[in-house]
């Protein structure tokens, strides 16, 4: 049986949440296409209100102001960690990794 496109992966089945999480992370690192941020402005901005939707998920779990520099420096150090090791990192596996940091800090 093959894969289905429409399929919700386990990881996102119990926390939908994740997957909002993980693109506000790539879009925070420079990883999101502008299509995928306009998409998700909608979602997020129409489910939870506001005008800014990174402005919206910052609110929805606590996350200081500059959680988008945070989360470029933070990106930055594992490219550097990974180079170092002689190892790649996607970005999608770095936004997988910091989204479960910000859903178990805010206790979601």
């Not at 990881?11 to 502008?34: C, K, S, T, W």
């Not at 002689?86 to 910091?98: G, K, L, M």
Request: charged fraction near 30%; include cysteine.
């Amino acid at each position: 049986m093959g894969m289905m496109d429409d399929a919700v992966p386990d990881r996102y089945e119990h926390n939908p949440m994740l997957a909002i999480v993980e693109n506000f992370v790539l879009d925070a690192i420079g990883q999101l296409d502008a299509e995928s941020a306009a998409k998700l402005s909608a979602i997020v901005c129409k489910t939870f209100g506001g005008t800014d939707w990174r402005k919206v998920i910052r609110d929805q779990f606590g996350l200081p102001p500059d959680t988008e520099k945070q989360l470029r420096a933070a990106w930055k150090q594992r490219q550097e960690e990974a180079d170092a090791q002689q190892n790649d990192v996607s970005p999608e596996e770095f936004a997988q990794d910091a989204a479960d940091n910000i859903v178990a800090d805010t206790g979601s």
